[in-house]
């Protein structure tokens, strides 16, 4: 199988998982308070899914430089599925918990759909390969939550939590099936990492030296600060959405959809040409900008039309922002470490998605609906200040890394 048929394999695959994650996004939140969780609870069960994922997201990218990509790729999606039915099951607080701890654990899909992307793709084209991982996860939030939110529907009286579960459930199963048809592997036997699987002391280890290598360090720091503030909005717009117009996960759905629709846009048809044109790095300064521009524009929503001004400013901040930086990630690693350094990135991310909600939820108690937003805003400005220190004084590197020994 050529390259261009093993990207659009993948990228099939992806897509029908992640419509699986969009459609149950904005439901987890209102679902923990169906179940009587106070906000700050509730968006601990947004956390809990990060929290499992910083664990086990090293686990499954060394598993992949190890044993291949197919065989662990396959795996995380059979425990996806596992994870959602437990998810549409659940008949407390703590059942609902638990789902989305376990469907943490078993999210290695993208850590190793990335290190699969650098597998057969150069690094001066690996920018759109890494953009069109990202068009199918902006495409996973234009029909998972529109879905889930006419499965679920717009009266907040009547929700249904089930039918989205369930759902989801059977979009991931389909992306399993997929997978085990048509997906082929991409390491052999010599690209195949020569050590062994290591505990997960040592994954945290590989994660504290990964953030030891000068580039790497800052790009897996901003991927962190970037990820802090996009998961406040992950945790606590349906939230937000509920007290400012009293909206089901119908009108919430609506909104990630459009998210997901910019994002798809800007990374499946804008990020290649911007970044051959301009350099990852300018556009990744002007990603994080339109994202802090959102943030800011949403705390000070009090109609529709700026919602949704908002909403198409983060939509397409992040289409900006994250495929570039795993693309310059992935330029300062070897190939041989690919799987590592990107499940290590995802780690930082995981933690950051463990820490955003936890606070975005512990500033809507406290300070109001419209503070995690304003939080948000402060950390990309801290994100575009160390950027701008790198735009600076870093060189990326040519397209040659890929066969340098790592340091």
């Known amino acids: ?8 394999v993948l990228f099939l695959t ?24 106070n906000p700050s609870q509730a968006t601990m069960a947004v956390a809990v899914y990060s929290l499992m994922q910083l664990f086990f997201a090293p686990v499954w990218g060394s598993l992949s430089d190890r044993y291949g990509r197919r065989p662990v790729f396959l795996l995380v999606l059979l425990g996806t599925v596992i994870a959602y039915i437990f998810l549409g099951i659940a008949n407390s607080f703590w059942l609902l918990f638990a789902a989305r701890s376990f469907a943490g654990a078993m999210a290695g899909n993208i850590a190793i759909a990335q290190a699969y992307i650098a597998d057969i793709t150069t690094p001066t084209n690996r920018s759109g390969g890494m953009g069109r991982i990202g068009a199918a996860f902006g495409l996973g939030f234009i029909i998972g939550p529109m879905i889930g939110g006419i499965l679920a529907g717009a009266q907040l009286q009547s929700l249904n939590f089930q039918l989205p579960s369930f759902f989801a459930a059977g979009s991931s199963l389909f992306a399993l099936f997929i997978a085990l048809t048509f997906l082929p592997e991409t390491l052999n036997s010599k690209n195949k990492a020569n050590t062994r699987t290591q505990g997960q002391h040592q994954h945290l280890v590989n994660l504290l030296k ?31 959405g509920k007290r400012e117009f009293s909206w089901g996960l119908q009108q ?13 846009c800007v990374q499946g048809g804008f990020i290649g040409f911007l970044s051959k044109r301009f350099g990852d790095i300018k556009v990744l300064i002007l990603g ?22 908002a909403t198409i400013l983060l939509g397409s901040g992040t289409g900006l922002s994250l495929p570039t930086i795993h693309s310059l990630i992935s330029r300062f690693t070897t190939a041989q470490q690919q799987g590592k350094t990107m499940g290590s990135a995802e780690a930082a991310a995981a933690l950051a998605r463990i820490l955003g909600p936890t606070w975005a939820g512990i500033c809507f108690m406290m300070f109001g609906s419209s503070s995690p937003f304003l ?12 950027t701008l220190r790198m735009n600076h004084n870093a060189v990326v590197p040519n397209t040659e890394i890929d066969s340098k020994p790592e340091s």
């Open 210 to 240: 990964v953030l030891q290598r000068p580039q790497v360090g800052l790009l897996v720091f901003l991927y962190f600060l970037i990820s802090f503030a996009l998961s406040g909005i992950d945790a606590t717009l349906a939230l937000w």
């Open 288 to 309: 994080m900008s339109t994202v802090g521009m959102g943030f800011l524009v949403i705390a000070f929503s009090k109609s529709l039309p700026l919602a949704l001004i």
């Open 252 to 264: 919430i759905g609506y909104l990630f959809a459009l998210m997901g629709l910019l994002n798809t």
């Open 1 to 8: 199988m050529n390259n261009n048929r093993a990207m659009l």
């Open 14 to 37: 992806l897509l029908f998982d992640l419509v699986s994650f969009g459609t149950v996004i904005p439901l987890v939140p209102l679902y923990a308070e169906h179940f009587g969780a």
């Open 375 to 386: 939080s948000g805003t402060l950390m990309i400005l801290i994100a575009i200040a160390f």
